[in-house]
Structure formats: structure tokens, C-alpha cells
């Protein structure tokens, strides 16, 4: 489930925890994503669809009811044209003597077996172009003949999903989420401090991710990054000082929560990832730069962090390495 409003941060909820979320720009090409018997879809003689007769993820009655009456039949959409990476997704429930059973989502003749269950589930599938989509009983999917419901029809470029894009007759575009704080130097500590940020993704991206960065210009600031090879880096730069840089490989698994530290004084770095020392910098010339500034991105807002962010907090004085490593194990 997914809170927007005003312009305000994006908040996602799985019914455990709730992450800030932090996506690029999407536009899903599905111009009715909970309407299955009107405007994008074509479907087989002998399919019958009934919009808005079952409760949906969200809760109201959006979900639509889909009767397979024969075998080998299908709802799809054909002469797509695209080209490029593309993720198709889409919510799925069983329904009676269907639930335990799988349904065939065909993509181009690349095709899929999702298992339907009794709670909605969101299956996604990726593609390298793609012309001719369908839902089918067709194959080795052994629904055959009979009901299941369907809602939150979604066909993004990219080779993830993201989270839902209702439209309602028409594509819609979500722009990509930015968060900054300015003008915050009381509350980031300038002589020491330590940081503390938890998150979680899905994908690493092709450039390096600033995940965290506080900043005044670009040559004073302190950032931890993400690289595209899957290395988390502290890095402290100071004007007319060397940099530190502390490195940890194979920092993250995809889809899993990781949680970072980091405490900073003169002559005092240290760096913590899941409840291990990623490393430490004691060359006391090097000290802390003035930070005003915090942002998930690079301070020019460029290579942003993308992902969900499920807390961050920031102390004005350097903990101790034992406090540190707690707060990540």
C-alpha cells in the first residue's frame, strides 16, 4: 500500500514496517489498470470479465473477475511495438478450485506460471521487447477452465518494478522522488558526529548511488555510497585535505535489509555495515568539513539513491564503536 499526497514524501507499508520511498521516474503504459473489459485489453470468445466486483488490494471494489468458459483462451494486448527492457506486473488471486493452481503470462512466447493463491499477490515479469502480451490457461498452466481475479495492471520501462501507477483511460507518469533538508548545520554535528541509515533495494543501479550525503559545497562533505559493483563507501573530503575513503565489498543482498554506521572525529573515522567493521581512518590530518545540507543523492542531486529508506538518524556527537556496531547488528 502506498500513501501520496500534496506533494509529500511517499511512504510504503507491508503490514510490518513502513520505508520512505525513493523511486525513479515511471510511466505506466497500461492506460486501465484496474478496467479489464474496456479500453487496453482484447479478449478471446468465451472469456467473460466483470469489472468492480471484488475487493481490492487498497480496499475498495476495483477488482475485476476474469471466467475462463474453455480451455485455451486469453485477455492480451497485441501490436505493442516496444523495444527495450520492460517490466510487466500485475495483482493475481485464485478464486474456488483455481486457488493452487498456476496461469500462463505470456510475453512474446517467453512465458511465465504464477501460482494463484486466496490473497492477492503482485507477480511481475521482465522482457526485452515486447509486441504481444496475454493472460492465458494456454500451456502447461493448470487453471484450465474457470474464475480468478485480477487488479493494478502495470507495463513500466526498466527491468524492475516499481510501486503501482494507477491510471484510469490514459498513461500516467510518476516523477522520480527527490528529498533534501537544507540549512540543518545544528543538527549535524561539525567537529564529530555519527550517522546511522537503514534501507532497503531491490536492484543496484549502473552509476554510483549516493545514498546519504551531508553537505555545504562540493568540496566539503560526507557521503556513503552505493556502487553499481556492489560496494558501500564512506567518504569524508575536506577542502586542502586528503580524503578518507573506507571501502566494504559485497555489501548488500538485493531485497534484504542492510543498516550502516558511521562515526566521524579529527584523526577518528569509522565505518559499520550489518554489524561489521567495514574499516577505520585514525590520520589525525584529517578532520570534518562544514555540513549544512542533507540530501539522497549527490550534493548537485545527481546519482540519487533509489530504494526504500526505512530510517535514518543522525547524532552530533562520535559514539563508540561498541554503540555503533550495536545499532547495526
Known amino acids: 500500500k502506498e500513501s ?21 521516474e515511471r510511466t505506466n503504459l497500461v492506460t486501465y489498470s484496474e478496467l479489464f473489459n474496456t479500453g487496453w485489453w482484447v479478449k478471446d470468445v468465451d472469456v467473460t470479465i466483470t469489472d468492480n466486483t471484488e475487493t481490492s488490494p487498497k480496499g475498495d471494489l476495483t477488482g475485476s473477475l476474469i471466467s475462463y468458459d474453455l ?23 485464485g478464486s474456488g478450485d483455481n486457488v493452487g ?29 515486447l509486441n504481444t502480451l496475454q493472460i492465458t490457461n494456454r500451456g502447461t498452466s493448470t487453471i484450465s477452465t474457470g474464475e480468478f481475479y485480477a487488479w493494478g ?61 551531508l553537505y555545504s559545497d562540493s568540496a566539503n562533505l560526507i557521503e556513503i555510497q552505493l556502487t553499481g559493483g556492489n560496494s558501500l563507501v564512506f567518504v569524508s ?4 585535505e586528503s580524503a578518507v575513503v573506507i571501502d566494504k565489498t559485497s555489501a548488500i543482498t538485493l531485497g534484504s535489509i542492510t543498516k550502516i554506521s ?24 584529517k578532520t570534518i568539513p562544514q555540513m549544512d545540507n542533507l540530501l539522497f543523492s549527490r ?29 547495526t547488528s
Do not use: C, H, M
Open 4 to 24: 501520496t499526497k500534496n506533494n509529500l514524501a511517499r511512504v510504503d507499508y507491508d503490514g510490518t514496517v513502513s520505508s520512505l520511498l525513493v523511486e525513479p
Open 71 to 93: 480451455a485455451s483462451r486469453a485477455i492480451y494486448k497485441t501490436s505493442l511495438n516496444l523495444t527495450g527492457e520492460y517490466t510487466f506486473s500485475i495483482y493475481l488471486k
Open 101 to 129: 493452481k498456476t496461469i500462463q503470462v505470456d510475453l512474446d512466447n517467453v512465458k511465465y506460471y504464477p501460482t494463484l493463491t486466496s490473497d492477492w499477490v503482485r507477480y511481475d515479469f521482465q522482457t526485452t521487447n
Open 153 to 213: 495492471a502495470s507495463l513500466e520501462v526498466g527491468s524492475y518494478p516499481t510501486s503501482y501507477i494507477p491510471t484510469d483511460g490514459g498513461t500516467v507518469t510518476r516523477n522520480q522522488d527527490q528529498y533534501s533538508k537544507t540549512g540543518i548545520s545544528n543538527l549535524i554535528g561539525q567537529t564529530e558526529g555519527s550517522i546511522y541509515f537503514e534501507f532497503n533495494q531491490n536492484q543496484l543501479q549502473s552509476y554510483t548511488q549516493r545514498i546519504l550525503t
Open 237 to 240: 573530503v575536506k577542502t586542502g
Open 262 to 285: 558511521a562515526g566521524y572525529k579529527a584523526g577518528d573515522f569509522v565505518f559499520y555495515v550489518n554489524g561489521a567493521l567495514a574499516g577505520t581512518d585514525t590520520d589525525l590530518s
Open 299 to 327: 550534493y548537485d542531486s545527481s546519482s540519487p539513491f533509489l530504494g526504500s529508506i526505512l530510517n535514518v538518524q543522525l547524532y552530533k556527537n562520535r559514539l563508540t564503536n561498541p554503540q555503533l556496531k550495536a545499532l
